[in-house]
């Protein structure tokens, strides 16, 4: 397997480039590894039209959709983004719809557009199973950005916590939340377990794919530290 992102464009390319015939399925995984090549090189141009090439094949489509979602958004295209992950969300197998609602609810919120954010939080809220906890905390959340109040908020905070979807993403989320509870201590736990945890993963385009969680926790723990 290739061991950096230019080898792997060249071993996909090699194989994109195949005078033997290629199924559909070949020439879509083929394809994934050269948008992850340019996406990890932060060449999000070129890794949002591979990843539009890919969805012409029918093939996974609903991940196709999240991939261009991510080369577009950190391109600086919402828009795009949100266009890509709506039509994931819809036409994404029943499974993966919740987490599709949940990544568009997601980058809604960072986009401050808070109306969308919560009602595509709600849907992954209502027909989420096992990271249900994460996405009702989630949902708290944006509705707290919006001037709203969240009348049970200690027990979702406590339920996300208890939970394995609590763990990863799921520390930004719960650090807001306690923030927003008034609850200092636990929100700078999270909120450093959360950068830290993003920091030291081996994925290079991790960072990236959470560039907007990680100014927004810095900036809070910035204005904890000054107060």
Avoid at 185 to 203: H, K, N, Q
Wanted: charged residues 25%; proline residues 3%.
């Amino acid at each position: 397997m290739a061991r950096s992102p230019d080898a792997r464009a060249r071993w996909a390319e090699q194989g994109l480039a195949s005078r033997a015939p290629l199924d559909r399925t070949t020439q879509a995984m083929l394809l994934r590894q050269l948008y992850l090549s340019h996406y990890e090189l932060r060449r999000f141009q070129p890794a949002h039209e591979v990843a539009e090439q890919a969805l012409e094949l029918g093939v996974l489509v609903d991940v196709f959709r999240q991939d261009a979602a991510r080369a577009a958004l950190a391109a600086g295209d919402v828009d795009a983004a949100v266009a890509h992950l709506r039509l994931a969300a819809r036409r994404g197998p029943v499974s993966r719809r919740p987490f599709h609602q949940w990544t568009l609810g997601s980058v809604l919120f960072l986009a401050q557009r808070y109306a969308e954010a919560s009602a595509a939080l709600a849907r992954a809220a209502r027909w989420g199973t096992r990271d249900k906890p994460l996405y009702r905390a989630h949902l708290a959340l944006v509705r707290i950005a919006a001037g709203e109040h969240v009348d049970d908020l200690q027990s979702m905070i406590d339920e996300l916590a208890a939970a394995p979807c609590g763990r990863g993403y799921g520390r930004f989320v719960l650090g807001h939340l306690a923030y927003a509870a008034g609850e200092r201590a636990a929100a700078c736990r999270f909120l450093e377990a959360f950068v830290r945890g993003a920091e030291t993963d081996e994925r290079s385009e991790l960072q990236t794919a959470l560039a907007g969680e990680l100014e927004m926790t810095r900036a809070t723990l910035a204005k904890m530290a000054a107060n």
